[in-house]
């Protein structure tokens, strides 16, 4: 097996807010997410809102607000990462895509955006103008200022300047909200075309449809922990390779296999049930489910967090 790029171990977030007067309480937001980025690969990263996926980009770069604190460890090449190297390569080595964006420098011209990122200074012209007529923007789009861009086009601005960087790891966070049918696929083929180049790619997302055209892996996130890690392959009709409840239920969702939803909601940080965060809403619980939070373990090539998976 390849050694990953990037590994997350046990990865927990706490804030602590400021209740009345000048008490702090500690909200424990991610509980122990896991995952792992091999060079070559897409990764998908799904789960509800407030699962954890933004947050987990912002802590591997190292952007986190001031009154959060971290647990677990995060390995980048073989070496762990601490805020001091997460700011060292961030942006250089891990390049984001960000969920907002407001990410873009608002007095910078749009042009000038992507041109830092491009290393090669020789030809910078022709790669902003090939990006550009790739996604469909207008050529003068360069030249405008990032209000004056739809979100769809600030997306796709934000794209080309990951692109164009040389980053060995792409973390992009909901790359595919605002896009046409044609961006779409032009966005998931550059996807691919980074990893087939021996990068690594996180995609962070709602679009299941999406992330099983273009994932070699799917990560699925839960309340602030990794559920299971599943080959694409295994979301198929059946759902019978599928190894968590959740995730077979994720898969029963689709339109292309049945449209069930899932009943119930995920429950806030603060309200989650002793041991494992999905058992409130499990079909196959049982008492043993409640003793503690089940480690993320392999089964059959991929990995789950549930005591009764086989
Ligand atoms: N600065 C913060 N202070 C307190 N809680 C926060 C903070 N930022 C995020 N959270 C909480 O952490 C949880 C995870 O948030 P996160 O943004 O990672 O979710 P997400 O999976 O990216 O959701 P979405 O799909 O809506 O983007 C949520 O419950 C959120 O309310
Ligand atoms: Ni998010």
Avoid: W
């Amino acid at each position: 097996m390849k050694e990953p790029i990037l590994r997350i171990h046990h990865l927990g977030i706490t804030f602590s807010q400021y209740t009345k007067g000048l008490r702090r309480t500690p909200l424990n937001v991610i509980n122990q997410l896991d995952i792992e980025l091999v060079e070559g690969e897409i990764l998908a990263v799904v789960g509800s809102s407030g699962s954890g996926k933004s947050l987990l980009a912002s802590a591997i770069l190292g952007i986190l607000p001031g009154n959060a604190k971290l647990t677990g460890d995060m390995y980048y090449r073989g070496q762990r990462l601490d805020q001091k190297e997460k700011e060292r390569i961030r942006g250089r080595e891990i390049v984001l895509i960000p969920q907002s964006v407001n990410y873009l420098d608002p007095l910078q011209k749009v042009g000038k955006q992507i041109a830092i990122s491009i290393k090669n200074k020789n030809g910078r012209h022709e790669t902003i103008k090939e990006l550009v007529q790739r996604y469909g923007l207008q050529e003068d789009v360069v030249n405008y200022y990032p209000f004056q861009l739809s979100g769809g086009m600030a997306r796709k601005v934000l794209l080309a300047t990951a692109l164009v960087s040389d980053s060995k790891v792409l973390i992009a966070d909901e790359p595919t909200p605002g896009l046409d049918e044609a961006s779409l696929k032009e966005v998931l083929k550059d996807f691919r075309g980074l990893a087939d180049e021996g990068r690594a790619v996180l995609m962070i997302t709602h679009d299941m449809e999406a992330a099983l055209k273009i994932a070699d892996k799917i990560a699925v996130f839960y309340a602030g922990t990794t559920l299971e890690v599943a080959n694409t392959e295994d979301f198929n009709d059946s759902g019978d390779l599928l190894r968590h409840p959740y995730t077979r239920a994720l898969n029963r969702a689709r339109p292309t296999v049945r449209f069930a939803p899932i009943e119930g909601s995920q429950l806030y940080p603060n309200q989650l049930p002793e041991g494992c965060p999905f058992s409130d809403r499990c079909e196959i619980k049982t008492g043993e489910c409640r003793k503690q939070m089940p480690e993320l373990r392999e089964v059959r090539g991929g990995k789950v967090r549930c005591i009764h998976a086989t």
